[in-house]
C-alpha cells in the first residue's frame, strides 16, 4: 500500500484546506478534528509523508509521541480535564479512514463519555477550543 499525497491531511499541510491548526514545529502539526468526539479533540500530524505506524519512520513517530504529549498537557490545564486518551489506527480494518499518519488526542472527564464518530461540529466551537489549548501551549514552548 502506497502513501496517498492527494489526502486531506498531506492537502491541510499544503495549505490546499483550511483547518484549525494549534501547533506546530519543524517535524508536527496539530489541528482540531471537525467531528470532535470530546470537547478539544486534536489530530497530530507528522508534516512528511507516511501512510500510518506501519511504514513511518522512527523519528516520525517520535516527533508525533513528543507533541501528543505537549498537547496532552496544555490539554489538561486548559480545558480542566481529568485525563487524555491518545488514539491511532492502521489501515482500514483497524479503523483508520485518512491514510496519514495520525494521532488522536482526546481529553477526557470522568463520567462522559466519548461522542460517536462522525458528526460535524460547528466551526466556531471547535475555534473556542482551539484558542484555550493555544493559550495553554504558549506556556509549554
Not at 2 to 27: Q, S, V
Not at 56 to 84: F, R, S, W, Y
Not at 92 to 117: D, I, K
Amino acid at each position: 500500500m502506497t502513501y496517498d499525497n492527494n489526502n486531506i491531511f498531506a492537502k491541510i499541510l499544503r495549505n490546499e484546506i483550511p483547518a484549525e491548526r494549534i501547533y506546530e514545529d519543524d517535524d508536527t502539526m496539530v489541528m482540531m478534528d471537525i467531528m470532535p468526539r470530546a470537547d478539544g479533540h486534536a489530530l497530530v500530524i507528522p508534516k512528511t509523508p507516511a501512510r500510518n505506524m506501519l511504514d513511518a519512520t522512527p523519528e516520525q513517530l517520535a516527533a508525533c509521541l513528543k507533541t501528543a504529549q505537549k498537547v496532552a498537557h496544555a490539554m489538561m490545564q486548559a480545558l480542566n480535564a481529568d485525563g487524555i486518551r491518545i488514539q491511532q489506527f492502521n489501515e482500514a480494518a483497524s479503523g483508520q479512514e485518512v491514510f496519514h499518519l495520525h494521532y488522536h488526542v482526546l481529553p477526557c472527564r470522568t463520567g462522559v463519555s466519548l461522542r460517536p464518530p462522525g458528526i460535524m461540529e460547528k466551526p466556531e466551537v471547535i475555534k473556542g477550543f482551539a484558542d484555550q489549548i493555544r493559550d495553554a501551549l504558549n506556556g509549554f514552548e
